[in-house]
Each structure stands twice: as structure tokens, then as C-alpha cells.
């Protein structure tokens, strides 16, 4: 074959300056096509690990008097759902209008909502994307009673609880609106606080009990540092089960009573357990359990009255927990790893009462705390240091936004 015979003429073929310019218009529409596409699919975070910190949603009641009144009755976080931005004090709408809506939980991927609407019937479950839009209705009917909602590592389903008469059942909701399924787990089983297994969310971690007593479930969803001071109930345990729910299975011996299980969470991993239950001397004390169930470590109070309210920092190396001191009823919140090789960071957050809760900015350097008897909510710096009081309140039931680092 003679190529080179046929190259001098293939050169010498002119290009009509007309197809070169639809040519370079054309390379130019796809480029900009590209950009805007590319530009416009959201970078998310991977749903465990250090994210950067992206907006609080939280809730205003619709009783304004609600903030100016300290102490008194605890304020369902029941009103419009807002968003502010920490790092301004910007904020905004999300929810608003005559309904009821609270306890709002952000998705892992930091784009979406879910929230509780109360009606005359019950409560529904809502979804609505962080940058605004149409509400996606999660549940067919109204349920007496919705807690504990949880997304799913891939954002496409809810775990969450409902009341059942004197019981609470576990539920999965799809998140395009598709639908709710009640989990059959047994008649004889009252559940909460479930909690999908890192990374994958192939199991579902479970606070469960075998006393019909509806104690069992503190009231209006309510969650303080023992994770609501109010429960009573017994034979209480932790559960896990798959997340078709198959398989449930006991992992903790279910003699549990009062607050005990009242806090219970995965470490990012998804190979430790966090928890609470009482000690010998019937004070709490925090455990760090396998994910089998097995003792790994226990955190014994600093002076002797009580340690609750264990939450684990977002890469997992350290956990945060609230201190009691008798007799003045004071709490401070300490930092330590979660190896307890060192000695506890003990924090600026330092205040009287226990009807409070904290919880770790999605980049592990802060800890939002919301105090609901005195309506005040603070963040502090979680190697140490004074907090600061932030503009903005709420009765407790805030989420923070993870965003791509």
C-alpha cells in the first residue's frame, strides 16, 4: 500500500473556511452544554466522615411567646421549619404557612429534609429538597405518633417509628413518595430510636422493649441529655435487625430499665456502638459496645453522679458526653477518644439542668448545644474554650447540613 504516494495530496485538499466555523460553533455549544450540565449536578459528601458544614434547619414554634418565657412545659418544636447559615446568621424560610411541621432530619448527602406535619388525624412524614421545591408526602395516612425518623446511606429510604397504642412500630418509607411499609418484628416488641448500620445500611440498630408499658416512649418525641428523662418501662435492650427485616436478633441482654438505651448510636465505621445504661451504683454510665454487643470500653463518671449522652465525633476518633455534679445539678460536656488513651477535654459548655441537647458540627471541630429550659443555644469549640450564644434559637430538634468537603 502506497501511503506515502497519497499523503502530498491529502495535505493539499483545502478545508471550506465555512465548515471550519460550524465546526468550532458546534465543539463551543457542547462545551458550554457540558458546563452547565456538570455545573449543575451538586457535589454531595460521602454519607459518613468529615463533611463541611453546610446550614442548621430548625424549627420555630408558632407560639412566639414560646422564646421569651424561660422554663415552664417543654415546646414541641412544632411551627415553621427555617434554615440558617452559621457562618452569617442568614436565614430563611424552608417550611412555612399554617402547619404544624417539626423535628426536621437532614438526609446524609445534605439535598433533602424529612419532617413530621401534624394533622387532625395524626402526623405525616414530608420530604422537600434543601434548595426549595415541591413537599414529597413519605406516608399514605396519618399515624398517632411519628419519632426517630432516619435516612438511609443512600438516601432512599427512612427508618422511623410509630405509635401502635401503647407500643411503637418500626416503619420504612421510601424517599421518592412511593410509600410506607410497617416492619413486622413481633407482637410483643416496642421499638425506637432506629438506626441504619455504616456504611452500607444493611441493618438497623434498635432500642427495644418487652414492657407493654407506653413509658417506654417519652412523650412527644422528646429527647434531652438521658434521652428523655421521663421514661419509664423494662426488659429493655438493643436490637438488630436487616433492613428487609429479617433476622431480628438480640444483642444486649433486654433487662434494661428507665433511661437506660436512652442514646444509642453507630460509630462511622459501623464496628462500635454508643450507649448508656446504668452502673452498680445506679448512676449512668457510658458504653461502648461492638457491633456484636460485646463490651469494648466503659466511661464511668468524671465525679461520681452520672455521664450521659455519648456522641461520637463525625470521623469517629472521639466522643462527646455530658458530666453531672451533685449537688448543684451541673453538667459539663467533655471530649476524649474514643480509645481513652488521653486525658477528657473538658469544654466551655458548662450550664444547670439536664433538659438540654448537643450534638457535633458535620466537620468535628464544634458542638451545637441547645438548652430547652432557658431557650438558649450555643456553640462551642470542641478542643476547648469559651461558646458563643448564636442569633437564632430553637426548642431543641435542630439538624445540621453536610456538605462535599
Do not use: C
Amino acid at each position: 500500500m502506497d501511503l506515502t504516494a497519497r499523503a502530498p495530496a491529502l495535505a493539499g485538499r483545502q478545508v471550506p473556511f465555512r465548515s471550519l466555523a460550524v465546526v468550532a460553533l458546534l465543539a463551543l455549544a457542547i462545551g458550554v452544554a457540558a458546563t452547565v450540565y456538570f455545573g449543575s449536578q451538586r457535589r454531595v459528601p460521602a454519607p459518613y466522615g468529615p463533611a463541611r458544614n453546610g446550614l442548621i434547619v430548625y424549627v420555630v414554634p408558632d407560639d412566639p411567646s414560646w422564646a421569651t418565657q424561660p422554663g415552664g412545659d417543654y415546646t414541641r418544636p412544632l411551627g415553621d421549619i427555617l434554615t440558617v447559615d452559621p457562618a452569617t446568621g442568614d436565614s430563611s424560610v424552608l417550611v412555612g404557612g399554617p402547619t404544624l411541621d417539626g423535628y426536621p432530619v437532614v438526609s446524609l448527602d445534605g439535598t433533602r429534609v424529612a419532617f413530621t406535619r401534624e394533622t387532625e388525624a395524626g402526623q405525616q412524614l414530608y420530604a422537600v429538597d434543601l434548595a426549595g421545591g415541591d413537599l414529597v408526602g413519605l406516608t399514605d395516612e396519618p399515624l398517632p405518633e411519628i419519632d426517630d425518623a432516619a435516612w438511609s446511606p443512600d438516601g432512599t429510604s427512612l427508618a422511623f417509628t410509630a405509635r401502635d397504642g401503647d407500643r411503637a412500630s418500626l416503619w420504612i418509607a421510601r424517599s421518592d413518595g412511593g410509600g410506607a411499609d410497617r416492619v413486622e418484628l413481633g407482637s410483643d416488641l416496642s421499638v425506637a430510636l432506629p438506626q441504619w448500620r455504616p456504611p452500607g445500611g444493611d441493618e438497623l440498630l434498635l432500642v427495644g422493649s418487652t414492657d407493654p408499658s407506653p413509658g417506654f416512649l417519652p412523650g412527644f418525641g422528646y429527647r434531652d441529655l438521658w434521652g428523655g428523662s421521663d421514661r419509664t418501662g423494662s426488659g429493655i435492650g438493643l436490637y438488630v435487625v436487616n433492613a428487609d427485616g429479617s433476622r431480628l436478633r438480640p444483642i444486649t441482654p433486654g433487662g434494661g430499665t428507665g433511661v437506660d438505651f436512652g442514646i444509642v448510636s453507630w460509630a462511622p465505621a459501623g464496628d462500635r456502638i454508643l450507649t448508656q445504661t446504668a452502673g452498680p451504683a445506679g448512676y449512668l454510665r457510658i458504653r461502648v459496645l461492638s457491633a456484636d454487643g460485646a463490651e469494648v470500653e466503659t466511661i464511668e463518671p468524671t465525679t461520681g453522679n452520672g455521664t450521659v449522652s455519648p456522641m461520637i465525633s463525625p470521623d469517629g476518633q472521639r466522643i462527646a458526653y455530658a458530666d453531672l455534679r451533685e449537688p448543684d445539678g451541673e453538667w459539663t460536656l467533655r471530649v476524649q477518644p474514643i480509645d481513652g488513651d488521653s486525658t477528657p477535654v473538658e469544654t466551655g459548655a458548662t450550664f444547670v439542668g439536664g433538659a438540654a441537647a448537643f450534638r457535633w458540627s458535620p466537620d468535628g471541630e464544634s458542638l451545637i448545644v441547645t438548652h430547652h429550659f432557658f431557650k438558649e443555644t450555643w456553640l462551642f469549640d470542641a478542643d476547648g474554650g469559651p461558646g458563643t450564644r448564636v442569633g437564632w434559637i430553637d426548642p431543641g430538634s435542630n439538624a445540621w447540613q453536610r456538605l462535599a468537603p
